[in-house]
């Protein structure tokens, strides 16, 4: 038996598509852990950097064909996916071009229908294929226009006995960030068998599933926009195993212990002490355990950093240009997709630089979400409400504690003002404001359900509960909102506001009828 490996690479491209400066270093990442003794162990890893067509296919077709059935065959690439107009996926090439007419010159690629071909007719059992690409490049936007955004990956590359992993299930260009060596998939694959953290049941193996998971998680923190994908047809794909772990890793101990105490990306003073303790009696130096700490929160703090590019990029066309045009949103919408970002995560920034340009009176802002969003905290104590306050003092003070970033405190006050005046609706809707912000998306929605409860024509209630359920991923509750928001602020003449919750109704319809979710549903 023998644990073979085909890692390719393509960063240079012909105009049209983008270069990739990080597939040839994601494939010697690859290589370095496959290679390993004392990881991966595969007995042959061949490197394929920039080939032509013609190259790449007689290097898959050679290598596989010359497999016996007790072997276990890893496929991976790293560079432009795109399709043609028939819905037919292609792997690029440093030659790879459209026509004259913007259509894909086919020659210039290979087909995922060959790479099948080849790896159904190899006698090797097992078969893993892991596919760090976008699935339609940066080809011109008219060839985009026409590209709905399904790839049939499960009927090109899938059959028994193969396990196919993409680092995408949409359009999306697979992130890859200014200051990373590697692509983001590719990164948190070779993190989970490098550091052993991808062995999530601690039996001293790496399943393919196994680093799915880790990988995926990974990923989604960095960017939710991105949602990789395990493909397979019977179970034993999911468990071929692809590397050893190091069981008896004081630093993977450590690390473990750190994502056990971690919220967002900080740690409370118990777990810090925890820690602390833990690295004397592994024997790790302060530098190490620094090392390892910055490499768990490195999704979230990539996160924030792209959220505040996100909002940067939004303010200033605002004060550009103000409602946003045609242009503009569509700059914005790109930029959404280069971060990762879903429109969970920009809604509150886009309602928050909204209510800073609106001068509606009544409206309350929602706050900009200038780091991840944290576990939900108790409610904090507080003093029994004196007289020398009333219920709208208090209101007012959350309300400013909420505009600088104190939200607990925010909490407080409006939790005051609803103890002297229990039908105070805009205290509930504050609170409800703070509590999301916080990241308590259920505790924001009871109190925007009260709020619409005590005062039933208020739109923003109902537009930012659209938002929380939004982010609980509930789209058909989000939708229903959003749809009375609009139909209030269409009532009530407030005409950006109207079109804000039109373009989040747009959004969600789009997504429900997107095929590609069926696909994998």
């Known amino acids: 038996m023998a644990k073979i490996a085909l890692l390719i690479g393509v960063s240079n491209y012909h105009s049209g598509l983008n270069p990739l400066p990080a597939a040839v270093r994601d494939v010697e990442a690859m290589r370095r852990v496959l290679q390993n003794s004392e990881l991966g162990e595969f007995d042959r890893v061949k490197p394929l950097l920039n080939p032509e067509p013609q190259a790449m296919q007689y290097e898959i077709e050679t290598l596989f064909s010359n497999c016996t059935k007790d072997d276990l065959v890893l496929l991976y690439f790293s560079g432009h996916g795109i399709k043609d107009d028939n819905?037919?996926?292609?792997?690029?090439?440093?030659?790879?071009?459209?026509?004259?007419?913007?259509?894909?010159?086919?020659?210039?690629?290979?087909?995922?229908?060959?790479?099948?071909?080849?790896?159904?007719?190899?006698?090797?059992?097992?078969?893993?294929?892991i596919l760090d690409c976008c699935f339609s490049g940066a080809f011109d936007p008219q060839l985009r226009l026409k590209d709905d955004g399904s790839v049939d990956v499960s009927g090109q590359l899938g059959a028994e006995g193969r396990v196919v992993l993409t680092s995408s299930s949409s359009t999306q260009y697979s992130l890859?960030?200014?200051?990373?060596?590697?692509?983001?998939?590719t990164r948190y694959l070779v993190e989970g068998i490098e550091t052993g953290a991808g062995d999530v049941n601690e039996d001293g193996q790496i399943s393919v599933q196994e680093l799915h998971h880790y990988a995926f998680d990974r990923v989604r923190a960095t960017a939710p926009n991105m949602t990789p994908k395990l493909i397979c047809l019977k179970d034993l794909g999911f468990e071929i195993i692809l590397s050893k772990a190091r069981v008896a890793n004081p630093r993977l101990r450590y690390r473990k212990m750190v994502?056990?105490?971690?919220?967002?990306d900080t740690i409370r003073p118990a777990g810090r002490a925890v820690l602390n303790t833990l690295r004397q009696q592994l024997g790790l130096t302060p530098a190490e355990t620094d090392d390892i700490e910055a490499e768990v929160f490195r999704p979230y703090r990539e996160r924030i950093a792209n959220l505040q590019k996100y909002q940067e990029a939004l303010l200033a066309e605002a004060k550009h240009e103000y409602p946003l045009g045609e242009e503009a949103r569509d700059a914005l919408q790109t930029l959404q997709q280069l971060l990762g970002l879903r429109d969970?995560?920009?809604?509150p920034i886009e309602q928050d630089i909204a209510a800073q340009f609106t001068q509606s009176a009544t409206s309350i802002a929602v706050p900009t979400p200038s780091v991840i969003p944290q576990p939900p905290k108790p409610e904090p104590a507080t003093q029994t409400p004196t007289e020398s306050l009333?219920?709208?003092?208090?209101f007012n003070r959350g309300l400013e504690k909420s505009r600088v970033g104190n939200k607990q405190g925010a909490i407080a006050n409006y939790t005051d003002a609803i103890r002297l005046k229990p039908d105070y609706a805009k205290a509930y809707a504050g609170r409800g404001v703070a509590k999301r912000a916080l990241g308590d998306y259920q505790g924001a929605i009871e109190d925007y359900n009260e709020a619409i409860r005590l005062k039933p024509d208020y739109a923003d209630d109902y537009n930012n509960r659209g938002a929380a359920k939004l982010a609980l991923g509930d789209n058909q509750g989000a939708l229903a909102d959003y749809r009375e928001a609009a139909k209030l602020y269409q009532q009530q003449?407030?005409?950006?506001?109207?079109?804000?919750?039109?373009?989040?109704?747009?959004?969600?319809?789009?997504?429900?009828?997107?095929?590609?979710?069926?696909?994998f549903s």
């Open 259 to 264: 994502t056990k105490y971690a919220t967002g």
């Open 390 to 394: 009333t219920a709208e003092e208090f």
């Open 87 to 129: 819905g037919n996926l292609y792997f690029a090439t440093p030659i790879t071009q459209n026509n004259t007419r913007g259509d894909l010159i086919r020659s210039s690629a290979v087909a995922a229908r060959f790479v099948h071909d080849v790896l159904y007719n190899s006698r090797a059992r097992r078969q893993t294929i």
């Open 176 to 185: 890859e960030l200014a200051d990373s060596e590697l692509s983001l998939y």
């Open 344 to 347: 969970a995560d920009i809604t």
């Open 493 to 519: 003449g407030n005409t950006e506001r109207y079109r804000y919750a039109l373009n989040r109704i747009e959004e969600l319809e789009k997504q429900d009828k997107g095929f590609w979710g069926k696909l």
